[in-house]
């Protein structure tokens, strides 16, 4: 999905997203990573889901560029801590809800197939005949619900287990290799088009 320059897009804890990009678009966005916890906190205490995965708010845009400016200076985080609760706030309280709500039967269709231990083993055959339904429905399905085919969402699975690999002080090769990504190029490629930045920079802001 493309959307317009000045858009903000939501993604909610522990649900599937990526972000692919061609090598010939012209893209820049920022991101910011926010635990559940601190958002609760942004929201005076109350858990927080949203709905509504974009938005349009060109103040709240400019709110949250420039928090993004301000990381990148020399700032410390308790003195960026009340512009975060002030921007994160105002964004939960105009576009949040209330996140008590009923697992959709969307997700409890592929809940098997979303576990970590089906990252190396998944068959696409297989899959498909334990639900009755042939690979081709099955594919069109997954992707409907989880806005990934099967194949990209196992990539997607492997990079956010790569995350936590560098975290640890691994090195790309070990990290491609332990993957099963052919080379540190390969695993680099894959990083960049689900993230937008090549691992070293994605390692390099989380120090």
């Known amino acids: 999905m493309l959307t317009p320059s000045g ?23 920022f991101t910011f990573y926010i ?5 609760n906190y942004c929201n005076n205490g109350s858990p927080v889901y949203f709905e509504q995965k974009t ?17 990148t200076g020399d700032n410390t ?15 939960s ?11 959709s039967t969307d997700t409890v269709l592929f809940q098997e197939l979303l576990s970590d231990n089906q990252i190396e083993k998944f068959s696409l055959a ?19 619900q989880t806005g990934l085919t099967p194949n990209n969402y196992f990539i997607y699975k492997r990079i956010e287990k790569s995350k936590q690999l560098l975290a640890e002080g691994k090195d790309l090769l070990s990290v491609a290799v332990d993957l099963g990504f052919y080379d540190a190029a390969h695993y680099a490629n894959h990083f960049k088009k689900f993230t937008g930045v090549s691992p070293m920079v994605f390692n390099d802001g989380q120090q």
């Open 55 to 71: 938005i349009d708010d060109a103040e709240l845009f400019t709110d949250l560029h420039r928090l993004s400016l301000q990381l």
């Open 7 to 29: 858009s903000i897009l939501i993604t909610n804890p522990q649900e599937i997203h990526a972000n692919p990009f061609h090598k010939d678009w012209n893209v820049s966005f």
């Open 93 to 103: 309280a105009k576009y949040g809800s209330d996140p008590a709500r009923e697992v």
């Open 126 to 144: 297989e899959a498909a005949k334990s639900l009755g339904i042939d690979k081709y429905k099955y594919l069109r399905l997954f992707k409907d």
């Open 77 to 91: 985080f308790g003195q960026l801590e009340g512009l975060f609760k002030t921007t994160f706030g105002n964004l």
């Open 35 to 39: 635990s559940q916890d601190f958002l």
